[in-house]
């Protein structure tokens, strides 16, 4: 089965980068959506950015222009580069594998709910100070 495991959070000043890593395995490759979500403490996880099994991406409004999602085939990883970061990033990151897509098409024509998700990462910290 399909198992995900994160890693390159930790603690940053505001203005600073990142790079979160997810490793994949468990698969034959067949995941046609992956992503990035985040979540607060009383808060629903959101989604963040996502990546179609052609390489189209999205974002959320919110980290447009500041955050980078990528993957790396040979590796079976996937990234989320994380630049210009503020403190309203601070959330635990989770990397997620394949939801169903809308029509059957697209990975996000507006964000997907996290319970639609199959696969869930188990969460990296991001801390932003001040």
């Known amino acids: 089965q399909v198992q995900l495991v994160e890693s390159g959070g930790g603690s940053v000043q505001a203005g600073g980068s990142l790079r979160l890593s997810c490793a994949a395995s468990?698969?034959?490759?067949?995941?046609?959506?992956m992503g990035w979500f985040r979540q607060v403490p009383g808060k629903e996880r959101e989604a963040v950015a996502a990546?179609?099994?052609?390489?189209?991406?999205n974002y959320a409004d919110s980290v447009k222009g500041r955050f980078t999602i990528s993957q790396d085939n040979a590796k079976n990883t996937l990234y989320l580069q994380m630049n210009s970061l503020k403190p309203e990033d601070t959330a635990m990151y989770y990397c997620?594998?394949?939801?169903?897509?809308?029509?059957?098409?697209?990975?996000?024509?507006?964000?997907?709910?996290?319970?639609?998700?199959?696969?869930w990462g188990q969460g990296t910290k991001v801390t932003v100070s001040s």
């Open positions: 997620a594998a394949d939801w169903p897509r809308v029509a059957g098409l697209f990975c996000w024509e507006e964000p997907p709910p996290a319970r639609l998700v199959y696969y």
């Open positions: 990546i179609a099994s052609d390489g189209a991406t």
């Open positions: 468990g698969y034959t490759y067949t995941s046609y959506c």
